[in-house]
């Protein structure tokens, strides 16, 4: 098989590695992309105006083809994993846009989370333990995720503007545990497990609340289940696997044996749906609430809201990318009463949350959410509906800075507030 780099020459800046370095080609050990997953690109350059740093760079080394190219030159040994590589790696945001597009499909996902266990041992010490902090010890445990809600507020003066504009007011939810059971209402249609989350549940517990309400109204016996934890999907995308991996294990027995396990945060559920590439027979029956309701069926009418209300939908990548997501929610929304939903302009793209890159990369991100507030202003929507907590606390910090007050909720509190 030829394994010539397609495309392009390598992007300026990437070093080849000559004689002199006296190193083995290729990856270190461990994960990494795969050939049969670099050979899969043709470089046709389709995915090209739908990545976000590249429609705002130019720049063929912040595109998918680029980064590609890149990843295959270590991949043959003529380049190495060094600080230049890392950047472009860093810049990406794993928005999944480029798969939604490339008519080979190409697991671009897939193929940055193990290149991103290739240069996370290269990241200072001080990054690394924070990550570890973060990824690996207070996300997967309930208790230190409150505790970090808890505390804050208090660190809110000491972190850079664009992180306290994110950080929701009030330090989240009390130290409670969601109802184990909850029983439907009127005839039962089946038992389905929600996933509760950590940052979800933590700072948008009314969420997971309303998702059970509706749920239970329309008939759906719903289980939260005390041995589940955080889905990994950070983890998984800034390049700790290991955790991703024990993370999927864990869910994988706690949601063992349901006909369906239920998502209300689109970055959670596209994680969730990918266990099986992780973890040998840890598949698991995952769904968006808000596909699944649209798929079974409300069991009567949706209701009305108390006053006419415009809404502006907003598509979350992991929602509309990776699932697959888009007319669903919206035709829900648009059986309620009072409710009139409008397309926010260009809303296919970013708004540049993606998980923790709203902290790593403030400048890229900044840009994004900018772009995507205007675009919710210019809408004249007093409510946005957005399916994942990162978009939600982005899109409030986005309004905020250019001094408008929108309010943000889940599509699920629509129709939950309709019922009501």
């Not at 409150?146 to 929701?168: K, N």
């Not at 006419?308 to 699932?323: E, F, S």
Request: hydrophobic residues 40%; aromatic residues 4%.
């Amino acid at each position: 098989m030829d394994t010539k780099p397609l495309g392009t020459d390598l992007p300026d800046g990437v070093r080849f590695i000559g004689p002199e370095l006296d190193r083995e080609p290729g990856w270190a050990e461990g994960d990494a992309p795969s050939l049969a997953d670099l050979n899969a690109c043709v470089a046709c350059g389709l995915c090209l105006p739908h990545c976000p740093t590249y429609r705002l760079t130019g720049e063929e080394s912040a595109s998918p083809r680029g980064r590609i190219t890149a990843m295959r030159a270590v991949h043959e040994g003529r380049a190495e994993t060094d600080e230049t590589f890392t950047r472009f790696m860093d810049l990406c945001l794993v928005c999944r846009a480029c798969e939604d597009v490339c008519p080979s499909h190409v697991p671009f996902g897939r193929m940055m989370e193990a290149t991103r266990t290739q240069i996370e041992p290269l990241r200072s010490r001080r990054t690394r333990f924070l990550r570890w902090l973060g990824l690996d010890v207070v996300l997967p445990s309930r208790k230190l995720t409150w505790v970090a809600g808890a505390l804050a507020p208090l660190a809110q003066p000491f972190l850079p503007a664009h992180v306290r504009a994110m950080i929701p007011r009030g330090g989240g939810e009390p130290f409670t545990r969601l109802p184990r059971v909850t029983s439907p209402e009127g005839d039962i249609r089946g038992t389905v497990a929600l996933l509760s989350g950590c940052v979800q549940d933590r700072w948008f517990r009314r969420v997971n609340r309303a998702t059970i309400r509706v749920l239970a109204g329309n008939g759906w016996r719903v289980v939260v289940p005390r041995a589940q934890t955080c889905c990994g999907a950070l983890a998984a995308h800034n390049g700790h696997l290991g955790t991703a991996r024990r993370l999927a294990r864990k869910n994988a027995t706690a949601f063992a044996s349901v006909d369906h396990v239920l998502v209300n945060a689109a970055g959670c559920g596209a994680h969730m749906q990918s266990y099986g590439d992780l973890v040998e027979g840890a598949d698991l029956p995952v769904r968006d609430v808000m596909e699944f309701l649209h798929a079974e069926g409300l069991a009567g009418d949706a209701g009305s809201l108390s006053q006419r209300t415009r809404v502006a939908y907003h598509d979350a990548c992991h929602a509309l990318r990776a699932q697959g997501i888009h007319d669903q929610p919206r035709e829900l929304l648009r059986a309620t009463g009072n409710l009139e939903l409008v397309e926010i302009p260009n809303g296919d793209r970013c708004c540049g949350a993606a998980g923790i890159y709203n902290v790593t990369e403030p400048e890229m991100s900044g840009r994004l959410m900018r772009e995507k507030a205007e675009a919710v202003v210019s809408t004249g929507a007093a409510v946005v509906a957005s399916g994942n907590p990162g978009c939600t606390m982005q899109l409030l910090a986005g309004l905020q800075e250019i001094g408008v007050q929108t309010d943000v909720v889940h599509p699920i509190e629509l129709l939950d507030a309709a019922a009501r």
